[in-house]
């Protein structure tokens, strides 16, 4: 079992950055991919990014070249960078870490105005 806190979320105006982390604690050892998903209002949740233990990395297309996905495995921790924002990346973001199951964080809510 892995447990993730996810922190970093706010309001912010179009243009501006933020940054999200997201810690995981428990059976860390057991984790393979961590990243990120977001949901917005009204819609399903959708993939953003995510970074697999070797360094493989993938992202959405409507993020590549605003956001960047990291990881410090001595810290258990992925993060979120992102830059240039819209109003359409307004939504609650969610952490994740693969191991045989997906296991969630509680999301954090990112508000982009305009």
């Known amino acids: 079992q892995v447990q993730l806190v996810e922190s970093g979320g706010g309001l912010v105006q179009l243009g501006g950055s933020l940054r999200l982390s997201c810690a995981a604690s428990g059976s860390c050892f057991n984790i393979n991919v961590m990243g990120w998903f977001r949901q917005p209002p009204g819609k399903l949740r959708e993939f953003v990014a995510n970074?697999?233990?070797?360094?493989?990395?993938s992202y959405a297309d409507s993020v590549k070249g605003r956001f960047t996905i990291s990881r410090d495995n001595t810290k258990n921790t992925v993060y979120l960078q992102m830059d240039s924002l819209k109003p359409e990346d307004t939504a609650v973001y969610y952490c994740f870490a693969f191991t045989r199951v997906t296991n969630w964080g509680q999301g954090t809510q990112v508000t982009v105005s305009s």
């Open positions: 970074k697999s233990n070797g360094g493989t990395i």
